[in-house]
């Protein structure tokens, strides 16, 4: 007779790939006799434990788990896990408590859900439903054979880095770059690249020309300049990746800390600094080099440096013709920034910071425009710097005259004895 019950056993065992640990009948009930079954299906496909499933990878399962008790108590405190073996980080999991599964032929069910992480290796994977009770040890196994494949287009997004982090004083600029990776079948072109604060009403987007299938590629780095009169708080950066002829799309979210601003508006803090800019929006070339003045008057009463910096993306290289500029009370200086277009820019508008520091205070940040365009579109670099210099010549003679008239005004009150200067 316990020959035959042993026999018994083995078969059960064998045909359902159950492994059996010590069961506890005071909890499991029938479900800890050979005789209880167990069915599991995926996305409504009932296994056979021998022919594997193919799923996708990124594709949500739907594991749904019947519990039939053929003992003679009910079964009480059963928790019912599904796990998706074979990932290299965490395996994904879920469970699902069911209080008691009433003895007889009446089955009762569960369902579970686990998505397929967009990396999962291809090939053979098992999920695993374990049934367990009082003292949450598997005492019922089940494994069921998968065989992961990638979908034909899928697109993750491996890496976002954010500079100078997520971290920024309002009226500065952030830097994004986004690494995205092709996990699909096929090689993805034209993808776009989106980051945004939607809060703040900012924007920026790039496009990667193609991305081979198991690939990855970064995108231009994207530049966002957060307002200088954001309140200070916590607010939401979106990046979005479309693919697919834009069809399909992929979405991370993180959170954006800006604090308050040091910006200094020159006309609104005592006129001690004066600063003029042109012009700021610009069309030049891919490879091809736009140039910007920048006009700078000390109005105040004693000497004063300023530094200069200049950040773009990818798309372009910056450099100034001087980044140190020291004026003494009521002198101007205008400096060039230059901005190249990388040879492999994206036509569109592409945009970069200049800042101007006076030791660590930011007096201003200006954003500088430039429009990629076809070469023959592109204005012709020597007139319009010739341009610029002209139009400039006449900017600084306005702001001298300034100067003076500031200047006269202030020596008229401290003959009157109203007001003296320090």
């Not at 599904?82 to 290299?88: F, R």
């Amino acid at each position: 007779m316990k020959k035959l019950l042993s026999l018994m056993a083995l078969f059960v065992i064998s045909l359902l790939t159950v492994s059996m640990v010590s069961a506890d009948a005071s909890t499991l009930g029938g479900l800890a006799d050979p005789a209880s079954t167990i069915t599991v299906e995926v996305n409504d496909e009932e296994n056979d434990f021998v022919t594997p499933l193919t799923v996708e990878r990124g594709e949500e399962l739907e594991v749904e788990v019947e519990l039939i008790n053929k003992g003679l108590t009910d079964a009480l405190n059963i928790e019912v896990e599904a796990q998706l073996l074979g990932y290299d980080e965490e395996d994904p999991t879920d469970s699902v408590l069911v209080g008691k599964v009433t003895k007889g032929t009446k089955g009762t069910s569960v369902t579970l859900k686990l998505t397929v992480p967009s990396d999962f290796n291809y090939g053979a994977a098992t999920l695993r439903v374990m049934v367990s009770g009082g003292a949450n040890e598997a005492d019922l196994v089940v494994d069921y054979p998968l065989f992961v494949e990638s979908q034909s287009h899928s697109v993750k997004i491996a890496d976002v880095s954010f500079s100078p982090g997520l971290t920024v004083k309002a009226g500065k600029s952030l830097l994004t770059t986004v690494l995205v990776e092709n996990v699909g079948d096929n090689d993805e072109e034209d993808i776009k690249v989106t980051v945004a604060v939607a809060e703040l009403g900012v924007s920026a987007s790039e496009y990667l020309d193609e991305v081979l299938a198991d690939d990855k590629e970064d995108a231009d780095e994207m530049l966002l300049i957060i307002p200088h009169d954001t309140k200070a708080g916590e607010y939401t950066v979106k990046v979005t990746v479309q693919y697919d002829d834009l069809e399909e799309s992929v979405t991370e979210t993180y959170t954006l800390k800006v604090v308050d601003s040091e910006l200094v508006k020159p006309q609104l803090k005592s006129g001690k600094t004066v600063l003029a800019t042109g012009p700021e929006m610009q069309s030049v070339a891919a490879g091809k080099t736009a140039t910007y003045a920048v006009a700078l008057t000390n109005d105040g009463s004693a000497s004063k440096a300023y530094t200069i910096e200049v950040a773009t993306g990818d798309w372009a290289t910056a450099s100034v013709s001087e980044k140190l500029v020291v004026l003494e009370p009521g002198n101007s200086k205008v400096v060039y920034v230059d901005l190249t277009a990388a040879e492999d820019a994206t036509a569109g508008e592409h945009l970069a910071s200049l800042t101007v520091k006076s030791g660590s205070d930011v007096l201003e940040t200006v954003v500088l425009k430039a429009d990629v365009v076809a070469p023959q579109k592109a204005s012709n670099e020597t007139s319009l710097r010739n341009g610029l210099e002209i139009a400039l010549v006449v900017l600084v003679v306005l702001l001298v005259l300034l100067g003076l008239v500031i200047g006269f005004s202030r020596l008229r009150k401290d003959d009157d004895g109203e007001e003296k200067y320090y």
